[in-house]
């Protein structure tokens, strides 16, 4: 299957300070990804969708001034979490949709996540 | 809108025995289910889809799952669990039209020996 790869897999930053966390599509490229947050114990909640090339479309509740998602190229997102507080410490996984699917095709596939810890 | 419920937080099982995880969605149109599991900080790993067709879906690591519309459940099932299926395991469930999974809140599998 597909391959999408998220880097860093853990980072730890003092608050106040921006982390930025990259999805990129290994072997294909990718027009849709999605960004979820998933608090301990708990299911993932999808925080934005991004389109290569547009902005990003943020759920309702999410800052899009503090979780900033550049989507520049098929193949890479990145998320970047500003002047990150101890809140912000979660694990945030991407996902990716391939270019040329069709709606009715659904699979996306998964980054293996990157636990952020804001200390 | 789609919604997934999840009737189980947890399911401890003992190893060699058959596992249902259960899960329930909601939505006024059609729609395409999956199972994932995902191990300790880790991404999620697809384990089976249904999209159409056969009610009956096989996937891996020896996993199946049913789709019932009129009960508009897909549950889960394995006939012999390993140690290693000790997991979260999520249901989610992405409409025809739509691009994002909705996401249930996850079944924690303990198989102990």
């Known amino acids: 299957g597909a391959v999408v790869s998220q880097h860093p897999s853990r980072v730890i930053c003092k608050s106040g300070t921006s982390v930025k966390i990259e999805c990129r599509s290994l072997?294909?490229?990718?027009?849709?990804m999605f960004w979820y947050r998933q608090f301990p114990k708990q299911s993932l909640m999808l925080m934005a969708t991004?389109?290569?090339?547009?902005?990003?479309?943020?759920e309702q509740g999410v800052e899009k001034d503090k979780f900033l998602i550049n989507h520049a190229s098929l193949t890479l997102s990145t998320l970047t979490v500003t002047s990150a507080h101890p809140e912000d410490s979660s694990f945030y996984i991407c996902?990716?949709?391939?270019?040329?699917?069709?709606?009715?095709?659904?699979?996306?596939?998964f980054g293996q996540g990157t636990r952020l810890t804001v200390v | 809108a789609q919604s997934v419920t999840q009737l189980d937080s947890q399911v401890p099982v003992f190893e060699e025995a058959p596992v249902e995880l259960r899960c329930n969605y909601s939505?006024?149109?059609?729609?395409?289910l999956f199972w994932y599991v995902q191990y300790p900080n880790q991404g999620l790993q697809l384990l089976l889809k249904y999209l159409s067709g056969s009610t009956l879906v096989k996937g891996i690591n020896g996993f199946e799952a049913e789709f019932n519309k009129s009960q508009t459940s897909f549950h889960l099932r394995k006939p012999s669990v390993h140690i290693s299926d000790t997991a979260e395991y999520f249901c989610?469930?992405?409409?025809?039209?739509?691009?994002?999974?909705?996401f249930g809140k996850g079944t924690s599998l303990l198989v102990t020996p």
């Open positions: 996902s990716a949709r391939a270019w040329g699917g069709v709606v009715v095709d659904t699979e996306a596939f």
């Open positions: 072997d294909f490229q990718a027009t849709t």
């Open positions: 939505s006024s149109v059609s729609v395409y």
């Open positions: 991004s389109n290569e090339g547009s902005k990003a479309t943020y």
């Open positions: 989610a469930v992405k409409s025809n039209s739509g691009y994002a999974l909705n």
